[in-house]
Nanobody, 115 residues
Framework: VQLVESGGGLVQAGGSLRLSCAASGSISIDYMSWSRQAPGKQRELIASVSTGSDNMNYADSVKGRFTISRDNAKNTAYLQMNSLKPEDSAIYYC??????????WGQGTQVTVSS
């Protein structure tokens, strides 16, 4: 399974970005999530979505500002990030759990929010 993330970049505080994570080579994707890691900090799980998108969870730090979604036909997960803050600056990683092939991380995409 290969995960390709896109959509990161530089944005001013208060702005928005939309991250995408496209999975290729997968057989049966179950759980999808986004995590982030800032310099000198541990990786933090910030959002997850179940197979049917009926269960989504968010870290308190992003709740109300970020929205996770997925398109099962495209094997793609999205993270809509609004009202961005400088403390949201980090490398954002996609994670996919495939029922048959196992679990995979994307290569990461940099998000930088300027004040």
């Amino acid at each position: 399974v290969q995960l390709v993330e896109s959509g990161g970049g530089l944005v001013q505080a208060g702005g928005s970005l939309r991250l995408s994570c496209a999975a290729s080579g997968s057989i049966s994707i179950d759980y999808m999530s986004w995590s982030r890691q800032a310099p000198g900090k541990q990786r933090e799980l910030i959002a997850s979505v179940s197979t049917g998108s009926d269960n989504m969870n968010y870290a308190d730090s992003v709740k109300g500002r970020f929205t996770i979604s997925r398109d099962n036909a495209k094997n793609t997960a999205y993270l809509q990030m609004n009202s961005l803050k400088p403390e949201d600056s980090a490398i954002y990683y996609c994670y996919v759990a495939d029922r048959v092939l196992g679990n995979y991380w994307g290569q990461g995409t940099q998000v930088t929010v300027s004040s």
